[in-house]
């Protein structure tokens, strides 16, 4: 049984607990991490019983920096070296900017970027060290534009993408890569939690998130740097490089409207 340890963040539902599946089907052994504790349970013993893996899992808030520095001082202590990081927690809310909730905003940005900043802070030296590791950071095709009645969530994920294009460069030379899984709409709880399951972007084709997560660990084991699942929403990357950016925000603002 190999001992390169894949942690995944938000594993207790959605694309996480999808790429938890894909890691396994691989064999390796697993740390799963988010708040629920029913769900991981449930999930941990799904997965030991189909595949014969060891999964840990740790219940955290990782909007908390004591729960971030907690999980690696755990895993530290139990000399388990982590080789596959997936960033992948995170969440979004519906609304136009002057109407949100300041505190779930200020939440979202400690979770989408506080949190994978840090965690990657934590664990990318042990890796360069050892030369050898693959980190996978959760961005979103929202990282390639402005995103009116989502201006906070779209932001965070031109961070995350950035944030990640620009690490995959200072690797250049190890044997360590950084991903940046840039999906579209995809059927997951993501939609609920953000209230925006009946937005015209969720019911024109949202992507199933086996597939989503399927694409996304073949390209991320491969070393591809940005990886966006679906030839529809690989467009949709492509086009704004050539569209004005106001005219972008008025077309994301078209297509995140309510029906
Ligand atoms: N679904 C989409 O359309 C879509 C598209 C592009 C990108 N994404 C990105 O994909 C990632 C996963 O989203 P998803 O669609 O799978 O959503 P999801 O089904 O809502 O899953 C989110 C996961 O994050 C965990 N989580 C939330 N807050 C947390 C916290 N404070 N600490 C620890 N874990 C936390 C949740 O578990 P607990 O509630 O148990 O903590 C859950 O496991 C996110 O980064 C999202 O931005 C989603």
Redesign the pocket.
């Known amino acids: 049984m190999s001992q390169h340890y894949a942690l995944i963040?938000?594993?207790?539902?959605?694309?996480?607990?999808e790429l938890a599946y894909q890691f396994s089907k691989d064999g390796y052994p697993l740390i799963l991490?988010?708040?629920?504790t029913d769900?991981l349970k449930a999930i941990k013993e799904n997965l030991k019983s189909a595949y014969d893996i060891e999964v840990i899992t740790l219940v955290?808030?990782?909007?908390k920096e004591e729960d971030i520095q907690s999980l690696y001082d755990e895993l530290k202590s139990k000399e388990i070296y982590i080789d596959y990081l997936v960033n992948?927690?995170?969440?979004?809310l519906y609304g136009k900017f002057v109407d949100t909730a300041l505190n779930e905003e200020l939440n979202m940005i400690d979770?989408?970027i506080r949190a994978l900043t840090h965690l990657t802070k934590l664990f990318l030296p042990d890796m360069v060290k050892r030369n050898h590791g693959k980190i996978l950071n959760?961005a979103?095709?929202?990282a390639f534009m402005p995103g009116p009645l989502m201006t906070v969530y779209y932001a965070t994920?031109a961070y995350v993408l950035s944030f990640t294009e620009a690490l995959e460069n200072e690797l250049k030379g190890t044997n360590v890569t950084v991903s940046a899984l840039c999906?579209?709409?995809?059927k997951?709880?993501?939609?609920d939690?953000a209230q925006l399951s009946n937005s015209k972007l969720f019911q024109s084709g949202?992507m199933g998130v086996e597939t989503v997560a399927k694409v996304g660990y073949k390209k991320f084991m491969k070393g591809q740097t940005v990886i966006v699942p679906g030839v529809q929403f690989r467009l949709a990357t492509f086009v704004p490089r050539f569209v004005p950016r106001k005219w972008l925000a008025s077309i994301v603002r078209r297509t995140q409207e309510i029906k």
């Open positions: 963040t938000g594993a207790s539902g959605g694309i996480g607990k991490v988010a708040r629920s769900k955290k808030d990782l909007s992948n927690a995170g969440f979004g979770l989408n959760i979103s095709v929202a994920k999906p579209g709409p995809t997951t709880g993501f939609s939690r949202a």
